[in-house]
């Protein structure tokens, strides 16, 4: 069995769940948690999922990254709206030869994390997970769980498969994750932009579900147009094309998918910040600097802005 560390920093719906996966299966899991650090110390963690339920009784809960071991794996699992707590939460936790997975949704999160640690110990990690934080300790798993993993380039070129990626892919395996393995981080995020940057959006301006947006003729089409949009903006900011048959399956994925609240309408919902500028923001500005227009994602972008503002504020829309 793989003797490497981990650090799950951030336990909510997608760390809570990925690192009780590998703590179940006999990994050495370290939990940063915030508001549930008492409940989960005193009573562990639970995962109901649709690929079976189970309660770990005793987790390595901690609620200050002063008081981890060092790790060898470090997942950063935070929103990216707390980024700016990652040089004081990274730093103690990294062991000296360790790597940072990155598992968060957004364009430009693998270089800020390359700007604390340095970009040789950088990996990107795509997760396509159905989950959400229900209770303090509780996350509630509905469908999917893959993650692909791709070796960060400070050049933003293609990296192809490591050792690094394959070793830590086989702790994921070895829990029950399945595991892609991606030779390009860019383009790997692009077409991850290609489903969030529709449905988050849409669930928050239109207060609704995954399955909703996909029964209804206008906001399928609007989402739709949005996936070309951000596939038009791949192309002319990185070089990087999306096969016509990825959108038809993004489409086609979500529809079969269960009934969904991505999380941007979830912490909107919560009052919480939004991700726009690693989601939206930053895609935007690279499409705006190659001179590729994206009309459709810039609207979004500005009623997002003046909800979350509005949120913010605790005023109505």
């Known amino acids: 069995m793989s003797q490497r560390r981990y650090a799950i920093i951030g336990t909510g719906g997608l760390g809570g769940f990925y690192g009780g996966r590998l703590a179940r299966a006999g990994r050495d899991v370290h939990f940063l948690l915030h508001g549930d650090y008492r409940h989960v110390r005193d009573c562990g963690l639970r995962v109901d999922s649709v690929e079976g339920d189970f309660v770990l009784p005793s987790v390595r809960a901690y609620g200050r990254a002063a008081d981890m071991p060092r790790c060898d794996v470090v997942a950063v699992a935070l929103k990216t709206t ?11 936790v990294i062991a000296d030869d360790g790597v940072v997975l990155v598992l968060q949704n957004g364009l430009g999160v693998e270089e800020q994390v390359a700007e604390i640690v340095g970009p040789d110990r950088v990996m990107g990690g795509l997760c396509f997970l159905c989950s959400s934080k229900v209770g303090p300790g509780h996350i509630r798993h509905l469908d999917y769980g893959y993650i692909t993993l791709a070796e960060y380039d400070s050049r933003h070129r293609p990296r192809g498969i490591t050792q ?13 994750i399945r595991i892609n393995y991606a030779e390009d981080l860019v383009l790997a995020r692009w077409k991850k932009l290609v489903w969030n940057i529709p449905f988050n959006s849409l669930s928050v301006m239109l207060d609704a579900t995954t399955d909703r947006i996909m029964a209804n003729g206008h906001s399928r089409a609007l989402a739709e147009g949005l996936m070309r949009e951000v596939a038009a903006a791949a192309s002319a900011a990185a070089g990087r094309e999306t096969p016509e048959a990825f959108i038809q399956s993004q489409l086609d994925d979500t529809a079969r998918m269960a009934p969904y609240s991505p999380s941007m309408l979830l912490d909107c919902r919560a009052g919480r910040p939004m991700e726009i500028e690693a989601i939206f923001g930053a895609p935007l500005r690279a499409a705006a600097g190659a001179g590729c227009l994206t009309p459709r994602i810039e609207t979004m972008y500005q009623l997002l802005k003046f909800k979350d503002e509005a949120n913010q504020r605790g005023t109505a829309f």
Do not use: T, V, W
């Open 82 to 92: 707390a980024n700016h707590l990652l040089p004081e939460l990274l730093g103690p």
């Open 164 to 176: 690094r990626m394959r070793a830590i892919g086989g702790d994921f395996q070895a829990a029950g």
